[in-house]
């Protein structure tokens, strides 16, 4: 199927499957764009054989083939163009075990199917190019309660278990848009095993794009030295580019690969062959579990807090206690950067190195970023007293946390807020 940029065109095959392996027949799509595909700095820069091919993936998917159907639906083709367009407008790419939250049917119908976790593709290897290496990167349909399941622990783990339930994907990962159930109704026992990774391993999400802001109150709304950059109502600065790549390095992190998680120093310069889990790329995924440690060197100065206020939308204050008990209390680090303007907000464990958040001084803001570190003790506190963030349906906005003795407070807002920055 041709189309307009950013893809040149999705190719559709169809797939017999594997009976042997329990593999039903099935619809393969496969993208061509997101690699380079001409070399000649048409599309993509020319950076060598070595190294990635454009962004140094392609998309791919496969559909449950229903009985009688003659034809290819073209709603994957589209839906792959949505997350091509993506990629090329924020220069973000995927690697395997990343999510993306859709909050749709991905078909438009009424289905159950509604967000996505990326993986190896089963039966296409990495290929190298003479304009670099590609990798195949399938798009695998999934249920809110497995996407939650996939933040709170890890996508890979989820993608495991979905491999495990033929209906669900089985070895092949195929989407099924008419599955009813999710894996942990179809079986219990899931469950628990979801529940012990979570425990054991905590979360591999470091970090989300999302509604956020926050105030200095520490200071009089009139200081004009105050970067109240942040604060829904006033025109913000803007992050340096150090700043910036600084804070996509701190979003890339998952599990670190040394004993301690290490914060990403300003300039963000990485180290060879600390890498792993995905080729160099011009800009990193938001959302991924790639790990590096990057040795922190001198911060440009910054400042210190007495007393912050958290702004979240519903679903960003969702994701607080997943940030809790799942990042912090191993040791790890989570960042909110706002989807509305340059602002960014990094929760920091006292196990976590590099972060100009201290001890005695936990709240510390660089410009528009903003680094809060919590003890175990009081994120142990804040988790029982947001424990009905866990509730949604019985939720009602705006609702208002405060802790007067840390001077912090968290308000969770309606959408409209941040949509409206005059609000």
Known sequence: LGGPDPLDYVSMYRNVGNP???????????????SDLYGDNRVHEFTGTDGPSGFGFELTFRLKRETGESAPP??????????????FQSENTFCSGDHVSWHSPLDNSESRIQHMLLTEDPQMQPVQTPFGVVTFLQIVGVCTEELHAAQQWNGQGILELLRTVPVAGGPWLITDMRRGETIFEIDPHLQERVDKGIETDGSNLSGVSAKCAWD???????????????????????????????????????LEINSKPVLPPINAQRQNGLNHDRAPSRKDSLESESSAAIIPHELIRTRQLESVHLKFNQESGALIPLCLRGRLLHGRHFTYKSITGDTAITFVSTGVEGAFATEEHPYA??????????????????????????????FKLPKEYSWPEKKLKVSILPDAVFDNPLH
């Open 20 to 34: 042997a392996l329990n593999v039903p027949e099935h619809w393969h799509y496969v993208s061509f764009g997101l």
């Open 74 to 87: 073209t709603w994957p083709a589209e839906l792959m163009q949505g997350l091509a367009r993506y990629v």
């Open 216 to 254: 200095d109150l520490s200071r009089p709304p009139e200081d004009d030295e105050d970067s109240r950059s942040i604060c829904i109502g006033t025109q913000p600065r803007r992050l340096s580019g150090k700043d910036t790549e600084q804070i996509r390095e701190t979003l890339r992190r998952g």
């Open 365 to 394: 803001a660089h410009g528009p970023w903003l680094q809060i570190l919590l003890t175990e003790e009081f994120v142990e506190r804040m988790l029982e007293d947001l424990e009905d963030l866990n509730s949604p349906e019985e």
